[in-house]
C-alpha cells in the first residue's frame, strides 16, 4: 500500500473543471470568450463559462473572473458576424437571452466549432449536440416572444402612460420592444419585467412623423406600484376593466365550455396579468341582464 502511494500522485486540479465567470452580460459573455482564447484555453474539455450570478460556489473548482471589456467584446463580435452571419448572430443572441445555468458553455462550443471549421454551415448541423440545443433553445425563445407580443396587456395610469407587467421565462423584452414601438408610436407606454427587475419605456414626446422614438430601460419603481397595480388606474382604465370582464364573461357559453383547450391556446402561468382573470365570473356587476 505505501509502495502505491509512493508511486503514483493525483493531479487534483485536473479532476475539477476550469470555470470561467463572467458578468451577466452579452458583453461580459463575449469577453469571457476573448480570455479563453487569449490564455489558449479553448481545448480543455472541461471548460466552463458561466455566469456569476448563477455560480454556485464550490470548495474545489477552479474559477477564474472576467471583466467585461467592450473592445474584446466588439472584436469578437465582429469575427462571429463574419463565421455566423446574421441568421447565426441571432441564434446565438436569443441563446443567451434564454438565460440558462449552462448556455454560456454551449454557446462557446458553438462558437469554438465555428472557428474551427469556418467553411462549415454549422447551424444546419443538428448532429451536433450542441448546435441541436441552441436550435432547441433558440425555439423554445421565439415561442415566449409571440406569447408576450399576444398576451401583453397594458392599463392606463393617472399620469397618462400605458403599463404592463409580465414575467416571462426568458429575457425576452429586448426581442419584443421593437413590435411594441412600431405599433403604439402615439402613446406613452412601458413594459416591465418583474422578473428581471427592469423594464422598457417609449416616451411618444421625443418621436418625430417619420422616425419614432428609441426605448430607454427602465429600473427603479416603485413596489406598491407592482403590488398594486389598481392603485395608479385611470378613471377610464377602471371603467373598461369592467366592460372587458362583462363582455369576456357573457360570450362564454357554458355548454361548450372546454378548459383544457383553453388553458392549451392561453396558458394559465399568463392569467395574472389579464384583466379578465382577475373577478370571479359570479360578480354581480358581471351579470347577465335578462
Keep these: 500500500m505505501s509502495q502505491i502511494a509512493q508511486n503514483y500522485t493525483y493531479p487534483i486540479g485536473q479532476l475539477t473543471p476550469s470555470i470561467v465567470l463572467y458578468q451577466p452580460s452579452f458583453e461580459g459573455w463575449l469577453s469571457a470568450v476573448y480570455y479563453v482564447y487569449e490564455q489558449k484555453l479553448q481545448h480543455d474539455p472541461a471548460l466552463q463559462l458561466t455566469a456569476h450570478d448563477s455560480y454556485v460556489p464550490s470548495l474545489i473548482a ?15 463580435l465582429t469575427k462571429l458576424n463574419t463565421l455566423l452571419g446574421r441568421s447565426g448572430m441571432r441564434n446565438i443572441l436569443w441563446g443567451f437571452l434564454s438565460e440558462k445555468d449552462d448556455i454560456g458553455t454551449t454557446l462557446f462550443h458553438v462558437v469554438k466549432y465555428a472557428i474551427d471549421y469556418p467553411s462549415r454551415h454549422i447551424m444546419q448541423d ?38 404592463a407587467r409580465v414575467s416571462p421565462d426568458f429575457n425576452v423584452l429586448p426581442l419584443i420592444g421593437e413590435h411594441f414601438r412600431q405599433r403604439y408610436q402615439d402613446q406613452h407606454w412601458a413594459i416591465y419585467d418583474i422578473t428581471r427587475g427592469y423594464g422598457i ?7 418625430t412623423p417619420s422616425h419614432p422614438a428609441k426605448l430607454q430601460t427602465i429600473t427603479d419603481l416603485d413596489d406598491a406600484v407592482l403590488r398594486h397595480p389598481a392603485s395608479i388606474h385611470s378613471p377610464d382604465e377602471q371603467r373598461y376593466q369592467k366592460f372587458w370582464q362583462g363582455y369576456f364573461t357573457n360570450v362564454n357559453i357554458k355548454e361548450r365550455k372546454n378548459p383544457r383547450l383553453h388553458k392549451q391556446y392561453l396558458p394559465q402561468r399568463y392569467w395574472k396579468y389579464l384583466s379578465e382573470k382577475q373577478v370571479l365570473p359570479t360578480a354581480e356587476h358581471l351579470q347577465k341582464r335578462r
Design 126 to 163: 443538428l448532429g451536433h449536440l450542441d448546435i441541436l440545443e441552441l436550435v432547441q433553445t433558440v425555439k423554445s425563445v421565439g415561442r415566449e416572444k409571440h406569447r408576450m407580443e399576444a398576451f401583453v396587456r397594458f392599463e392606463h395610469t393617472t399620469d397618462d402612460i400605458y403599463f
Design 62 to 76: 477552479q474559477t477564474v473572473s472576467v471583466d467585461t471589456d467592450e473592445d474584446k467584446a466588439e472584436r469578437v
Design 201 to 207: 419605456y417609449y416616451d411618444k414626446s421625443q418621436s
